[in-house]
């Protein structure tokens, strides 16, 4: 909600933009990406209130901006997390044929000159002009504040570009290669957010367990999203040489769900990857201990609700090309609840951790697991 002297909140939910854009092209005509900016100028506060407002209207696993989030750091996350959001949405949500793509890829190529200006505005470039687009205005202040390099946020637009390009992966090298861009600079990001920008001894580390982290999140997404990745954005995540399977022999499945003979293959092939999934989650276990506690809970969260995602796969058998599992009221509950034991205890060493009561806090914690719990869990990248 904008604060008291600002002006109406404005709406920064990049869905219903593209919905917008996407009456206008079947209208016939001309889009520009610059239809998407406002139509009048958005002060920085404005533009805080609208991607607080976006992180806490898009449930993954938990809500973005939960009481665990520092107060400090909670329009930095915000501030990234509605850049995600929008590059993602910019990718996935203008359909699935050719003319689709390639308005992805215009798209995706105009964020990309507004990451460049923003950064260069960040970083007080001679020349440069303020950000009008009301996410990299929240971004921009989040860099200047946090130093933040562009170099994550790049990958992401690329890993977002190869989407509309790359509908296949014939080898696991392949789809971890895509996770690098897709999914790893998030944690980059947050770890950056935190302090970590790869200057301190022990950053090293770091990256490479956040990495294994989020490219375990990504994949679980994937293997919950089999069916939801064939028939809504004809892509396969699941690697050719290890599963033999294809788009024909995916459908031909799908459309028998109830036979043996549909059921047995597929579950064979995804449970090794599954498998693999798990190995990349232990690699990224001890992440946690060594981040700044201010957002060690978080990360701990971020992992474990993951891990307990990918569980959730497994329990039906690893059958999700006919049903997408989801976390339990309870799961989700008892996750929450470790995180906030975890930052009680770290708390005392970050000044402007949550001030609300404890009671408060656990109250407020399963209230959002209670809200996400109606909704199909999302693995965040």
């Not at 301190?200 to 994937?222: E, H, I, K, V, Y």
């Not at 995540?237 to 003979?261: C, H, I, K, N, Q």
């Amino acid at each position: 909600m904008a604060k008291p002297g600002h002006d109406k909140p404005i709406d920064m939910n990049p869905k219903r933009a593209l919905a917008a854009l996407r009456l206008s092209l079947a209208g016939g005509e001309v889009i520009r990406p610059e239809a998407l900016l406002p139509s009048k100028p958005v002060s920085e506060a404005l533009a805080c209130d609208a991607a607080r407002a976006l992180a806490q209207s898009h449930y993954e696993n938990f809500s973005v901006l939960s009481q665990l989030v520092p107060a400090d750091l909670v329009d930095d996350f915000a501030a990234a997390y509605a850049f995600c959001r929008w590059a993602d949405d910019l990718a996935d949500e203008t359909g699935a044929d050719d003319d689709a793509r390639q308005l992805s890829l215009d798209l995706l190529a105009w964020w990309r000159t507004q990451t460049d200006a923003c950064f260069d505005y960040a970083q007080r470039k001679p020349g440069a002009d303020a950000p009008k687009h009301p996410v990299f205005i929240a971004l921009a202040a989040t860099a200047q504040r946090r130093s933040l390099p562009s170099e994550p946020f790049h990958d992401l637009i690329n890993a977002f570009e190869q989407d509309q390009r790359v509908t296949r992966y014939a080898t696991w090298t392949q789809l971890l290669d895509y996770c690098k861009g897709s999914a790893n600079p998030v944690g980059r990001i947050v770890l950056a957010l935190a302090g970590h920008t790869g200057d301190a001894p022990g950053d090293d580390a770091r990256f490479a367990m956040s990495d294994a982290t989020c490219t375990a999140l990504q994949l679980t997404n994937f293997w919950q999203d089999v069916r939801r990745d064939l028939a809504e954005r004809d892509r396969i995540y699941m690697p050719s040489d290890l599963t033999g399977v294809t788009a024909d022999t995916l459908r031909d499945w799908l459309a028998r769900p109830t036979d043996p003979a549909a059921r047995v293959p597929f579950i064979k092939a995804l449970r090794p990857l599954v498998e693999r999934t798990h190995a990349l989650f232990d690699a990224g276990a001890d992440l946690p201990k060594r981040v700044d506690p201010c957002i060690a809970p978080v990360v701990w969260l971020f992992g474990a609700g993951g891990r307990s995602a990918l569980r959730a796969v497994e329990r039906t058998g690893c059958t999700t090309l006919w049903n997408r599992p989801r976390l339990s009221h309870g799961a989700k509950i008892a996750l929450v609840g470790s995180a906030w034991t975890r930052a009680r205890f770290g708390r005392a060493k970050h000044s402007a951790a949550p001030t609300m009561a404890d009671s408060d806090l656990v109250r407020s914690a399963a209230a959002e697991a209670s809200d996400a719990a109606t909704t199909t869990p999302e693995v965040a990248a």
